[in-house]
């Protein structure tokens, strides 16, 4: 019996002959969705690299703004991040004071956040959830200014697996939540007097609910 299929596995592996139309019909399908593969994943890594750079724009137009932030300017850099980003949706953005106190715990804080398009600001819970690699290293009384962009991407081809940049349990549209922490260059830029958790003088509240006690 073994030497019977042993002679079988001989002329399978030396047989050549076969029907190209067979042949054709088997491999197609497979053929047909590593092409639809391949170019939806340099569809989304071009896309990626495009909101990227906006992203980028965007975070350096808040570092060099040397007067105090407003919701006007930053619905303002939402136009501008709508204009800059080509990905298809309707991408927005949330600017976030973050401070750093090493005597406290959280030791991270948010002194104000404001997000455009009527989003959520962002909570005191969130920045304490941040990763390392989202929120760099800060000395004590550190502060710094985040810039978080949010934009949807929907792959052309739903082929029912992860892209890589992004994590989550559905495979049809995706968000990518892309962040830029910049030291604020004018001490004005620290100021967002109508942003919440600010007084109206520009002074930090700390009485407004930013999602957790400060």
Not at 187 to 207: E, I, L
């Amino acid at each position: 019996m073994y030497r019977k299929s042993l002679t079988y596995l001989r002329w399978f592996a030396f047989e050549t002959r076969g029907i190209m139309a067979v042949e054709a019909a088997l491999m197609m399908p497979v053929l047909a969705f590593f092409y639809m593969a391949l170019y939806t994943w340099f569809d989304a890594q071009k896309n990626y690299g495009q909101s990227l750079k906006a992203s980028y724009t965007v975070s350096d137009i808040i570092a060099r703004h040397r007067q105090a932030m407003t919701p006007e300017f930053i619905d303002g850099l939402d136009t501008a991040l709508n204009a800059l980003d080509t990905t298809p949706g309707d991408p927005w953005l949330r600017v976030s004071l973050v401070t750093y106190n090493k005597q406290k715990a959280p030791n991270y804080f948010v002194l104000w956040s404001y997000a455009s398009d009527g989003n959520d600001p962002l909570t005191q819970q969130q920045v304490v959830d941040m990763q390392p690699e989202e929120i760099p290293a800060m000395s004590d009384d550190d502060i710094v200014l985040l810039t978080e962009t949010f934009i949807t991407y929907e792959p052309i081809f739903n082929l029912g697996f992860d892209l890589g940049y992004w994590k989550t349990p559905e495979f049809g549209n995706q968000t990518w939540d892309i962040k830029f922490a910049t030291r604020p260059r004018f001490v004005s830029q620290m100021a967002c007097p109508t942003c919440p958790g600010v007084n109206n003088d520009g002074s930090f509240d700390p009485t407004v609910d930013m999602g957790d006690e400060h």
